[in-house]
């Protein structure tokens, strides 16, 4: 009954390689992030969905394509990994309209680590 | 201006003492104020929040203190218990852009209590 499921939970691969992560939320929400947090802990937003439209995309790379097939799932693809794309990524989602509003629900991330 | 910086970087409190950590932002349009709780492994997790026409929310032993006209607000963690080892995040947003809340995070304060 996991609210928010990341797959997998570590991801290790060479530079170059194309690897993608999968989010899947069981809430009902209509909204799903994107968060990068690095070594130091910091958390940044990438990208935002409602209802499988892209709201928000911050200054990524484009190398990084997220995609929503459904308002329940959000995966992030990314093209030629580089070192410093190793970092923790969080997939999170939110009922802006509903009783929790803003709170958004966090997964249990996905630790990328590019050699 | 979407800034939100917060303060210590880390904190060793001794068990049953008050933890505090500190945040100030710029942007008047902020107008939710989160604090999320970060175990290592995990995402991170809304530990409670407050809107700027109160100066002060309290659930059990954590209570928000919102300073408007200062633009800064803080955490109070009263008796302060092992098992509130965590990294803490303070955080704010306008939550009238309905489709999609952006979170800015703080930089995190490493918390340690120790028994």
């Known amino acids: 009954d996991t609210a928010v499921s990341q797959t997998p939970k570590y991801l290790v691969t060479q530079m170059g390689n194309d690897k993608s992560i999968k989010c899947e939320q069981n809430?009902?929400?209509?909204?799903m992030y994107w968060y990068k947090q690095d070594s130091k802990k910091f958390l940044k937003i990438m990208f935002s969905y409602n209802n499988k439209e892209l709201i928000i995309n911050e200054t990524v790379p484009n190398r990084f394509s997220p995609k929503s097939p459904d308002k329940a799932h959000l995966n992030l693809h990314i093209n030629s990994l580089e070192l410093g794309d190793s970092a923790v990524y969080f997939c999170?989602?939110?009922?802006?309209?509903?009783?929790?509003?803003?709170?958004?629900?966090f997964g249990p991330g996905t630790r990328l680590t590019v050699l | 201006q979407q800034q939100v910086k917060q303060s210590p970087q880390s904190l060793i409190v001794q068990k049953g003492g008050i933890s505090i950590i500190n945040c100030a932002y710029e942007n008047t349009a902020f107008d939710y104020f989160p604090w999320y709780q970060q175990f290592p492994g995990k995402g991170p997790a809304l530990l409670i929040a407050?809107?700027?026409?109160?100066s002060e929310k309290k659930e059990g032993r954590f209570t928000i203190s919102f300073n408007k006209s200062a633009k800064q607000f803080s955490l109070h963690i009263m008796d302060s218990q092992p098992g509130d080892s965590a990294t803490y995040f303070c955080?704010?947003?306008?939550?009238?852009?309905?489709?999609?809340?952006?979170?800015?995070f703080g930089s995190g304060t490493r918390l340690s209590i120790r028994p």
């Open positions: 955080a704010a947003s306008i939550s009238r852009y309905s489709s999609a809340s952006k979170i800015i």
């Open positions: 407050i809107r700027p026409d109160v």
């Open positions: 809430l009902g929400h209509d909204t």
């Open positions: 999170a989602s939110s009922d802006i309209a509903g009783v929790t509003g803003n709170e958004q629900f």
